[in-house]
């Protein structure tokens, strides 16, 4: 069920409850300051309580764009990044059916797939881990150590392999027309299409979203955050003695708002990057 469902999940996040427990003791903490020096200013409570509304509608504009920008990111790598490289095997239909080729044409899609991975995951280390291609027989020992010695934006390089595989059915008169070139360069597992799906990949990967926007949005969650708690801390101070359902309706804003925006800004950084390996939490 939805409410019990944790793994995988932003609500496993470590940092999302150390900072949960860092507003929470900023509201307890300002409400009890307050409370025991007997500051009782209804005026300063409701411009307190305004202001943190204000940064409240601010911060949900803004990662509103974020979290939209992030996604159609997200979508663009998964369509015509992830889809592309995988795109339907026409070969097999029109051309052969060698288990050889065929398998040949398979193993480079997958890993020019798994070399996003590894790259995104091992960063310029990589290259020292290209082994687990071999275990996992999608490359064979002889193409691991050519990748090696090439050791250039691998991802796409692997589709020269097939663009030549491709050729050489050709040259052998087994594909039968130029149409039928082209069509088999053009699409299903062929040259452009799949090295253009790895290639917008490392294309969005190295142009993220800029920091600076990023940076800004980050701390201004942050910085509402400590004002929400402060705020609130302060009217939960000022007004000690309310009643009981006012007390509960302060209190489940300092938690749920704080834990809403740091969460969205989580999933973002997860979205961001989906190639990295384990979820960012």
């Known amino acids: 069920m939805l409410f019990f469902t944790m793994r995988g999940t932003v609500f496993t ?20 300051a307050v409370h025991h020096f007997g500051i009782h200013d209804e005026a300063t409570s409701k411009e307190a309580g305004s202001f943190a509304d204000k940064m409240a509608t601010l911060a949900a504009f803004l990662l509103g764009f974020y979290t939209s920008l992030t996604v159609s990111r997200w979508w663009r790598l998964r369509t015509d990044g992830v889809g ?19 398998g040949a044409l398979r193993r480079y899609a997958r890993g020019s797939l798994s070399l996003v991975f590894l790259k995104r995951r091992y960063g310029a280390d ?37 663009a030549h595989i491709v050729a050489d059915l050709y040259k052998k008169g087994q594909i039968k027309s130029e149409m039928m070139l082209t069509f088999l360069m053009e699409r299903s597992l062929g ?17 993220p979203i800029p920091l600076p926007y990023v940076h800004f949005i980050g701390f201004l969650v942050k910085i509402h955050n ?4 402060l705020s609130y801390g302060y009217m939960m101070g000022t007004t000690w003695k309310m009643d009981h359902f006012s007390v509960f309706s302060s ?14 800004l989580l999933v973002n950084a997860s979205l961001a990057d989906p190639f990295s390996g384990e979820a960012a939490w």
């Not at 095997?89 to 080729?101: A, G, K, M, Y």
């Open 126 to 162: 990589f290259v020292r881990k290209l082994d687990k291609l071999v275990d996992d027989d999608i490359f064979t020992l002889d193409e691991v150590e050519q990748l090696r010695a090439y050791n250039s934006n691998l991802a796409e390089s692997v589709w020269t392999w097939v």
């Open 84 to 102: 592309n490289i995988w795109s339907s095997l026409f070969i097999s239909q029109f051309v052969t059916r060698d288990p050889q080729i065929l």
């Open 226 to 229: 400590i004002i929400l708690g």
């Open 191 to 207: 040259v452009n299409l799949g090295r253009g799906g790895a290639a917008l990949i490392g294309a969005q990967m190295g142009t």
């Open 13 to 32: 996040s470590p940092a999302l409850w150390v900072e949960q427990f860092v507003i929470l003791a900023l509201f307890v903490g300002m409400a009890a």
């Open 251 to 264: 209190n489940c804003q300092v938690f749920f708002i704080p834990l809403l925006y740091n969460a969205i």
